[in-house]
């Protein structure tokens, strides 16, 4: 009897945690947003000699810090492991978690937590080495493949070449840096790992030139901000803040050309920019949220090739996360 | 005559028994065995230690501020420069720094102080120093009155290896003199507490420990408490510390013959001023290599809050690694460095220890 009793106190414990009242209320009470990125990613966040962050995952946060404070720099980053992630965000210690995290059907439902978009879709791909002469992942029968272990990416490789009816054999690694340096050494033919990481893996080694990704993608990663189930408030907030980076760049909003936009741009660029239309009153937030954050962090396109396009030392091209318009399937529900 | 005694000079030895010559007869190549062993080494310096020079110093990039600038075949150091703010003081704000280094300096100064005041005045002097220093330097770390203050996020760096493994020492030290005197209690319930903590914590790896403080901890606590990372990854550590403390210290108890606490219970002690006066101050000096060791292992652990996402120095240079304007793989660089860092400060803990032992030597040492 007594250890029931305990015991749902504990669970109570542990669940009413997980329920925080408002969180917009306590980030605009705080000041602060705060934000669970990575120790260290490439171009999805990382920290320079400064301690400044940077990278696209940053960039999530700060505009839902445009959005709520009107500040993109207001935002106390956490670094988390990939192990400490889900409870940090559980047990209130961050406010979103933006931390390439891929949206599965798992997390979705049993974490209590709610994914607030696609901020970037990744996927598993192949990096050869161009003296192979291989232009596609079908013609890699027999080859060896160096994986690093523990990896969602070895079951997606394990998928791939069965469906195909191919043979492989596998190289595994403990670290990114030594299944680059297996590959650099020939011990492999050909290297699998998300596509993200390709890239910068690519630039690591001593001859990037040698080295070309294949086009294929085998798995699906979309990754995605995560905030806590129960609050839809603070869900529909991150949403939106993401959906504007995206449909600012459909229209055509930049850093660069927000202000003008919002006095003379077209009906659709001024609903989004909050100089028409109440949005802003309906997520409880001031009307030029996301004038905001298009002025304070830019539009999606912008802040893409910054952190990992054609602007960064990365160079991933679009592909999947062009606009659907252009090829891709980054798509923004309608702003209106 | 003269009849003085004038010793004739004394000759000198051989030239086969002295000069470099005789030297390395003598110590290099005295036995087949031996001159093997002294080819085989010295191939291998040969092999291997002109190309370590040449890569660490004669053909290492010096001069610059990105890795473009690295172009000589040899160790981009301007790699480690550029992070060198980040690796000492972590994303501490650069304008504060200098009460991170008063932080250091004061720590410095403790423990030359227990050395060099005179004897009168050290125990006392110590014993308020090292109780005032923890809360100076925590208040010049995270500021509150009158300074700005620093959340601990943003602290990290080897500075932060420092802070935590002195607290870690600090804390531990009292611990575990308790825990190691609970132990061998007569009260049983003290007794059982004591040991089932110490046998706990010292049957289970750091790595969980810090897990469980980082992943489980914050889960049973009731909505709106927060406890700071740093501070879980702190108690973690004090608690794995101390039960090893305990232990190294009840080596020391069980060395301090039966009779020294019969003799201080026959002059009217009570069980306090036995310790106080007769058992620990022995105990603690026959420990204090163990201590140390303790210590020492303790300071490479801090490395370990790294996967708890602490920057601390190693995870710093893990997250330089990742940084896209420096994928160019400068692991090496960065691993060297820090394992260099910390034998310059290990290596000085152990000159310390002998130190203390060669100060507090009252002639029971069998050496």
């Known amino acids: 009897m007594k250890k029931s009793v305990l015991f749902g106190l504990v669970t109570a414990a542990i669940f009413s945690s997980n329920v925080q009242a408002d969180t917009l209320d306590d980030v605009k009470k705080a000041g602060m947003l705060k934000c669970g990125v990575s120790t260290g990613l490439a171009g999805f966040s990382q920290k320079d000699e400064k301690g400044n962050w940077s990278g696209l995952d940053v960039d999530v946060c700060r505009s839902v810090a445009a959005a709520v404070l009107g500040d993109a720099s207001k935002v106390s980053y956490k670094p988390l492991t990939a192990k400490e992630r889900f409870t940090a965000l559980q047990s209130g210690e961050i406010d979103i978690l933006s931390r390439n995290t891929t949206w599965t059907a798992t997390r979705d439902t049993s974490l209590g937590l709610n994914f607030a978009g696609v901020v970037y879709y990744d996927g598993a791909g192949f990096m050869v080495n161009k003296k192979l002469g291989v232009d596609s992942a079908l013609k890699l029968d027999g080859a060896a493949a160096c994986i690093q272990a523990g990896t969602s990416t ?50 690591g080694l001593k001859d990037p030139d040698g080295a070309v990704v294949l086009p294929e993608v085998i798995s699906k990663e979309p990754l995605g901000p995560v905030v806590r189930q129960g609050d839809d408030k603070w869900f529909n907030i991150v949403k939106w803040s993401l959906n504007a980076m995206i449909e600012g760049e459909f229209q055509g909003v ?36 996301a004038h905001q954050i298009i002025k304070q962090v830019g539009n999606y396109s912008e802040s893409f090739e910054r952190n990992v396009g054609m602007d960064s030392a990365l160079k991933i091209s679009r592909g999947l996360n062009a606009q659907w318009n252009k090829g891709g399937i980054l798509y923004s529900p309608a702003m209106r | 005559m003269d009849n003085t005694f004038t010793p004739i000079e004394a000759r000198k030895p051989p030239s086969s028994a002295i000069g470099p010559i005789a030297w390395m007869k003598e110590s290099l190549f005295s036995s087949p065995v031996n001159t093997l062993l002294t080819v085989f080494f010295g191939y291998l310096i040969i092999r291997f230690v002109p190309p370590v020079i040449d890569w660490a110093f004669i053909s290492a990039n010096w001069v610059g501020t990105t890795q473009d600038e690295c172009t000589k075949s040899g160790a981009c150091w301007i790699f480690i420069k550029q992070w060198f703010s980040q690796l000492l003081y972590g994303s501490y704000p650069e304008n504060l720094h200098w009460r991170v280094n008063l932080a250091l300096i004061g720590l410095v100064a403790v423990v030359v102080l227990q050395f060099f005041l005179p004897q009168h005045l050290r125990r006392r002097v110590g014993w308020v120093s090292l109780l005032v220093y923890p809360l100076v330097s925590l208040w010049l770390m995270y500021g509150g009155f009158g300074l700005e203050t620093v959340s601990t996020d943003k602290w990290g760096g080897f500075s932060l290896n420092i802070l935590l493994a002195f607290a870690g020492i600090l804390m531990s030290l009292p611990i575990g003199i308790i825990w190691a005197l609970g132990r061998q209690s ?18 289970v790896p750091l790595i969980t420990i810090l897990f469980m403080g980082s992943v489980m901890l914050p889960l049973f606590f009731p909505a709106g408490v927060q406890l700071d990372k740093l501070m879980r990854a702190f108690i973690a550590i004090t608690l794995f510390q101390s039960a090893y403390m305990a232990e190294v210290i009840r080596g020391g108890l069980q060395a301090i013959p039966k009779g020294q606490v019969e003799a ?15 058992v620990l101050p022995q105990a603690l000096k026959i420990s204090i290599p163990n201590i140390v060791n303790t210590f020492i292992a ?22 330089a690694l990742q940084n896209s304007n420096w994928l160019g793989g400068h692991h090496i660089e960065g691993y060297v460095f820090v394992a260099f860092v910390f034998w310059v400060f290990c ?7 002998v130190h203390i032992e060669n100060k507090l030597n009252t002639g029971h040492s069998r050496s």
């Open chain 2, 264 to 278: 201080a219970n026959s002059l009217g002690l009570g069980y306090w001023k036995t310790m106080r006066l007769i």
């Open chain 1, 254 to 289: 930049t850093s660069a050309n927000a202000d003008e936009m919002a006095k003379s741009g077209k009906p659709g660029q001024k609903r989004l920019l909050g100089a028409e239309g109440d949005l802003g009153e309906k997520l409880g937030l001031s009307a030029d949220w």
């Open chain 2, 347 to 353: 290596y000085t803990m152990s000159r310390i220890s």
């Open chain 2, 298 to 319: 303790l300071f490479k652990d801090t490395t370990l809050v790294l996967i708890i996402g602490l920057f601390e120095v190693l995870s710093t240079i893990q997250a």
């Open chain 1, 154 to 203: 070895e079951l997606a490789i394990a998928d791939y070449f069965r469906e195909n009816n191919m043979k492989y054999k596998v190289v595994t690694f403990e670290t990114s840096d030594q299944t680059r340096s297996g590959f650099e050494s020939g011990r492999c033919d050909f290297l699998v790992s998300d596509q993200s990481q390709l890239y910068s893996l690519r630039i």
């Open chain 2, 186 to 203: 007569k009260m049983p319930f003290v007794r059982v507490v004591c040991i089932s903590s110490i046998e706990l914590f010292r049957g």
